[in-house]
């Protein structure tokens, strides 16, 4: 089994919905992440947490929210989904003392 | 902050060629530096990482030494396979922060 999972895995949504992508680990890290991937531009990273009652925002956090629900589990909202945040995400996880990071599969998100 | 410069894609070898993709950072102190590679559809994986100095890092015959006079840590491998196409990303890990930089990623394309 995946040790970073991601569901939904593909989804379709329309302008002004809210959406919720999750995120699933059984590394036991305490770091969480979430990026966006766009072509040509790499990765950026968008809110992180370092343990359940963190959360920080990354380089591109406006109209994204999260929640950090439990030690393996952070969830990625979109409050009112709009064309431009069409992308591939990715959660990812960071284990103690250590600077590797550990992605899940993606999901890729369009936004209509 | 942190930046990286990695060369431009897409790189188009032939099997059995020479690999050589450049990577140059700009960092406080001195961090880890890792190699990603994504796969088509997958999330990024840990390729390789070198955590000082003059270290080498080395996996599935890519190799990656880190020059701190030169701040670069190039992705070399001898001789490419089909299966070696793929995105390569370069990241300083971030140091004490575990905030890493990605590149912009490299697209690898290898023809039989």
């Known amino acids: 089994d995946a040790d970073v999972t991601q569901t939904p895995r593909n989804r379709i949504t329309k302008t002004g919905k809210r959406i919720m992508l999750e995120c699933s680990q059984t590394?036991?890290?305490?770091?969480m992440y979430w990026y966006r991937q766009d072509p040509g531009l790499g990765l950026r990273l968008i809110y992180y947490?370092?343990?359940?009652?963190?959360?920080n925002k990354g380089e591109i956090s406006d109209g994204y929210s999260v929640s950090r629900q439990a030690q393996a589990k952070f969830s990625l909202s979109l409050e009112s989904a709009i064309p431009n945040q069409t992308a591939l995400y990715f959660c990812?996880?960071?284990?103690?003392?250590?600077?590797?990071?550990?992605f899940g599969p993606g999901t890729r998100l369009l936004v209509l | 902050g942190d930046s990286v410069t990695q060369m431009e894609g897409p790189v188009t070898l032939s099997e059995e060629a020479f690999l050589t993709i450049n990577c140059t950072y700009t960092?406080?102190?001195?961090?880890?530096l890792f190699w990603y590679v994504q796969y088509p559809g997958e999330g990024l994986q840990l390729l390789l990482k070198?955590?000082?100095?003059?270290d080498k890092g080395s996996n599935k015959g890519f190799e990656a030494t880190y020059r701190k006079e030169t701040t670069s840590f190039h992705l070399e491998k001898g001789s490419v396979q089909v299966s070696d196409s793929a995105v390569y990303f370069c990241?300083?890990?971030?140091?004490?922060?575990?905030?890493?930089?990605f590149g912009r990623g490299t697209s690898l394309i290898v023809h039989p």
């Open positions: 990241a300083p890990g971030g140091g004490g922060s575990y905030i890493p930089t």
């Open positions: 947490s370092f343990d359940v009652k963190d959360i």
């Open positions: 590394k036991g890290h305490d770091r």
């Open positions: 070198a955590t000082k100095a003059d």
């Open positions: 960092a406080t102190g001195y961090p880890s």
């Open positions: 990812a996880t960071g284990g103690p003392g250590e600077e590797t990071q550990y």
